[in-house]
């Protein structure tokens, strides 16, 4: 097994995002630094602190050169960045050294690999909202259809009260509604270009230091964020726990598939399931089993990020390498996450025959709400909860249906209309129907 099962040519098709993983590459990183460096030396040259032409030869080199990653391996290992190794490289590859040599002008590793870095973020922000949007649209679809089919809502994992499936989806995709709106006030913050120089003065550069960082912004489709942020990594610690947040939402709905696919429960069958070496009844419901790992793989990540905030100085090489530790592998098994949790959405069959068991499950003692309320016009509803506690005894010791013995018991209750379904599952109904037409609305 690899170092990470995300790399893995045997486990990356259950665990890992070829898309995403994409962007996390040694030649992707390259291609980002060079289009910062390329962009940068233009900008420079408008502005006049480097010379035109050398400016204009530097743009197009930096987007034709080839530089193999594996050249700058070592000098990486020492200087702990790659930078200084990608510069002397482009100016061996080039054979230009007077137009090279202002290549990185007045720059700092940082401000190329965070800028770099960036540019790929936009890419994988586009990829998760893709398929957030998707999700959300297949979720939509389950809850308007199965809005008003009922089932047992469970609280600590016992019989609790009628609810809908339509219900039960909604409840799983009202939080990424939520996701999706933050997600868009987090962009103009996180998708901000990084150019401070060696300390984040932009001294080298002078009084242009500041439009120079604007107009490199702008080049590159960034914000620009008035000031270094070498230091400042709230951005990337707020993108984690985003994601985090993301992967955890769909891995909530992962967990609550499991239970309602287990065996005696069978509620949900799946288009997609796993089987065993051994056992030929299995189905087991692997990619909901996913979510669930995903979903804590991302919960350690995104302690370890959130730790690299504590950024000491100017520039704290212990926290920035703690960053490239940890982040690429969440922003993977948060694309990983979306990409299961919508095949799953897609390819869920609720069974209505099980779901109907569920509700005669126990006696039928899913009615004992209802009950309580029911005979709260008789009696005061200390006495209706205690008579029902009662009752849901005597169901269990006389294998007898709750709403049998309690017809039995108060025959001038009218418990047609007191356990009617349709008032049972409360606002399930209208809930399902909101959620589905929110996720419409949105999409408009």
Known sequence: MPASVQDSAIYSGLLGDAEAARLFTDSAELRAMLIVEGALAQVQGDAGLIPRDSAAWLHRTCLDIQIDPATLNDTTATNGVPVPALIEAFRKTCGNPAFAQYLHWGATSQDIMDTGLILRIRQLLLLLDGRLHALLDALARQARAHAGLPMAARTYGQIATPTSLGAVVAGWGR?????????????????VVQLGGAAGTLSVMG??????????????????????????????????????????????????????????????????????????????????????????????????????????????????????????????????????????????????????????????????????????????????????????????????????????????????????????????????????????????
Do not use: Y
Not at 247 to 259: E, F, H, I, Q, R
Not at 313 to 333: I, K, M, N, Y
């Open 207 to 444: 009084d242009d230091g500041p439009a120079i960082r604007a107009a490199l912004a702008q080049a590159l489709g960034l914000g620009d964020p008035g000031a270094s942020w070498h230091a400042e990594r709230d951005r990337i610690a707020e993108l984690a726990a985003w994601m985090t947040a993301l992967t955890a939402t769909v891995g909530k709905m992962g967990g609550d598939l499991c239970l309602m696919a287990q065996s005696g429960i069978d509620e949900v069958h799946f288009a997609k399931a796993g089987a065993s070496s051994t056992m030929p009844q299995k189905s087991n419901p692997v990619q909901a089993q996913a979510l669930v790992a995903l979903a804590r793989h991302a919960a350690g990540l995104n302690a370890t990020l959130q730790s690299a905030v504590l950024h000491r100085q100017q520039r704290d090489g212990g926290a920035w390498f703690t960053e490239w530790l940890a982040l690429p592998q969440l922003c993977v098994s948060a694309a990983r996450s979306l990409s299961l949790a919508g095949e799953l959405a897609g390819g869920m069959v609720p069974d209505g025959d099980a779901m109907t068991q569920g509700l005669v499950t126990g006696h039928g003692v899913i009615h004992a709400e209802a009950i309580t309320f029911a005979l709260t016009g008789i009696m005061s509803r200390p006495a209706a909860q205690a008579a029902v506690s009662d009752l849901c005894k005597a169901a269990r010791v006389g294998q007898r249906q709750l709403a049998d013995l309690a017809a039995e018991s108060w025959p001038e209750v009218d418990w047609a209309g007191a356990l009617a379904m349709d008032a049972q599952i409360g606002t399930s109904h209208a809930d399902a129907l909101a959620f589905a037409d929110q996720v419409q609305s949105g999409a408009k």
């Open 175 to 191: 939080p990424l509604l939520r996701l999706r709106d933050r997600l868009a006030e987090l962009r103009p913050r996180l998708l």
